[in-house]
């Protein structure tokens, strides 16, 4: 088998703390000549073809499982057509829901209640089962935040996306970390970034998934596992934050994940970056004791060539590219945006390229 030796692209250096810069600019040197002896089984973007292929399933016979030997590492995202950012004909409808749950960041276990919203596409119906995504905000942003920016186009794309038939209809969940008013400071937010996910399986899963028809015939431990497949979680920012947690601390209740901007904070803030090899180690370990080795899960992650994130996530990536015997094209790619920043505008693209990866259209 022949693989193409492409260059792995670094379009800007961290920019977030002008503390790293230097030491950041050693690393993605070291790295760029690590990554480049280590390409023959990866494959990546390449400088003259800008317009490369997103990942997709081949027609080898296992639903969602790609193949290593069409699916390229790095990829740039396709822009989402004309007039999707407009109203469809058939609008879906976004619910606020206020549910109880208890402190799990601070570990008082105290009651407190929270916020989520969810769409629901134009027609739902509840003798019909839906693939649903949890999609996490950044931080200073809201768990309405998502559905409300940009005069509403995450859910003028959803809508959209299923009136052209890019997906079937599915649900959408947009919960929030925040206690109460977001942390004076990003980086302080790293303990409720870590407990969402806790929060999500033992208190919102059930709530939505029992009011709302998914794939979970139960909404306990077991059916919440048992309906993974059609389960997916990601975040922008803090969001990718979270998401990271949720698959270091419940890979069991989701396959699918989506981190934007944003690396793994598990063995401390910012470790993703700073410490890849060990990030990676980390979870590969995640992965090795649980039963979803291979292909029981897959990272979408994301970021933009000029966001001030786009190396704390992809020095993760190349990390955990290292390590391909669990982590490898049939699990994780990563999926960038030309020039796009640290901002919510290039989320809707992020979405409109993914989604159809996690839970493509059924024609039956």
């Not at 990829?75 to 619910?95: I, K, L, N």
């Not at 596409?121 to 003798?127: C, H, I, L, T, V």
């Amino acid at each position: 088998m022949m693989h193409k030796i492409t260059s792995l692209h670094f379009m800007r250096p961290f920019s977030r703390s002008a503390k790293r810069t230097c030491s950041l600019c050693s690393r993605l040197i070291e790295t760029f000549i690590y990554i480049l002896l280590l390409s023959l089984p990866l494959v990546s973007c390449s400088a003259d073809e800008p317009e490369s292929e997103t990942p997709v399933v081949p027609d080898n016979g296992e639903e969602g499982i790609p193949s290593s030997d069409n699916v390229e590492m790095i990829t740039y995202t396709h822009a989402v057509p004309d007039g999707y950012d407009q109203e469809a004909e058939e609008r879906g409808s976004v619910v606020r829901i206020d549910y109880d749950t208890r402190d799990y960041a601070e570990g008082s276990g105290a009651a407190r209640t929270n916020t989520a919203y969810v769409y629901l596409p134009y027609g739902y119906d509840g003798s019909r089962r839906y693939n649903i995504l949890y999609f996490v905000h950044g931080h200073y942003s809201t768990a309405a935040s998502t559905f409300e920016d940009g005069n509403g186009v995450v859910r003028k794309l959803l809508d959209q996306m299923i009136a052209h038939g890019d997906i079937d209809p599915m649900i959408v969940v947009t919960p929030s970390y925040n206690y109460g008013q977001p942390t004076a400071s990003y980086a302080d937010a790293d303990p409720y970034c870590r407990a969402l996910p806790q929060e999500l399986v033992n208190d919102l899963i059930p709530v939505v998934e029992g009011r709302y028809r998914t794939y979970a015939e139960t909404t306990d431990a077991e059916g919440i596992e048992a309906s993974r497949d059609h389960r997916a979680i990601g975040g922008f920012s803090m969001g990718a934050v979270t998401t990271w947690y949720a698959f270091d601390e419940t890979l069991d209740a989701f396959r699918w994940f989506m981190p934007v901007s944003g690396d793994c904070w598990s063995l401390g803030r910012f470790a993703g970056m700073n410490r890849p090899d060990d990030t990676a180690a980390y979870l590969a370990e995640k992965v090795q004791q649980s039963p979803y080795t291979g292909t029981g899960f897959y990272i979408w992650a994301a970021s933009g060539t000029n966001d001030s994130a786009y190396s704390e996530i992809l020095l993760q990536i190349e990390g955990m590219a290292r390590l391909g015997d669990v982590f490898n094209t049939t699990n994780m790619t990563f999926h960038q945006k030309e020039g796009a920043r640290h901002e919510f505008r290039p989320i809707p693209e992020y979405l409109y390229n993914a989604l159809p990866f996690f839970f493509p259209k059924n024609n039956e």
